[in-house]
């Protein structure tokens, strides 16, 4: 059971949008990380606006995924070797001012195992086409986690618009 969650980093996108939120020298004093994110796209859902991208150490290789998602008329499930979160954030054509609300859970991150990963996350959206999804991950290093990088999927001119939110947290175990 966790103890105490302090608080090691936080970042809201300022005016213009960013291209990536990262956080580096995450120290290795915890036993577990979350990342509580806040994220929309200057993308359409079309464009996969509602899926960033996660990276570790810089590194985007090495990802797999399982995903059971649903719309509130159906469900799906699938499987991935890439590091997306699956609707960790909303795209441009979903309801104004409306952000994804997602938490990232990484267990043991300083281990020299395998990084495993939780997410859950929804899109909010006041139409059918709200999302919610919850991801099971692998990170099939064994290096601790040492920094994390966000970055909107399609890359290139995609930035993270204004008043976009992400949370690094420690977690002390007893």
Known sequence: MANTYT????VTVGSGGTTSIAFSSIPATYTDLVLVLSLRQDQTAA??????????????SNFSSRTLR???SAA???????????????????TSNT???TQVYIPNY????????????VTENNATNAQAALQANLWSQ??????????PFIGGAAVFVQYSTAYLYGISNA
């Not at 509602?50 to 810089?58: K, R, T």
């Open 70 to 72: 649903g719309t509130g």
């Open 110 to 121: 300083t281990s020299s195992n395998n990084k495993s990963f939780s997410l859950d996350g």
């Open 7 to 10: 608080l090691i980093s936080s």
């Open 142 to 151: 064994t290096a601790a986690i040492t920094s994390i990088t966000l970055t």
């Open 47 to 60: 464009n996969d606006g509602q899926i960033p991208a996660i990276q570790f150490n810089g590194s985007s």
């Open 99 to 101: 952000f994804a609300n």
């Open 76 to 94: 799906s499930s699938f499987s991935a070797i890439t590091n997306i979160l699956t609707y960790g954030s909303d795209p441009s054509d979903f």
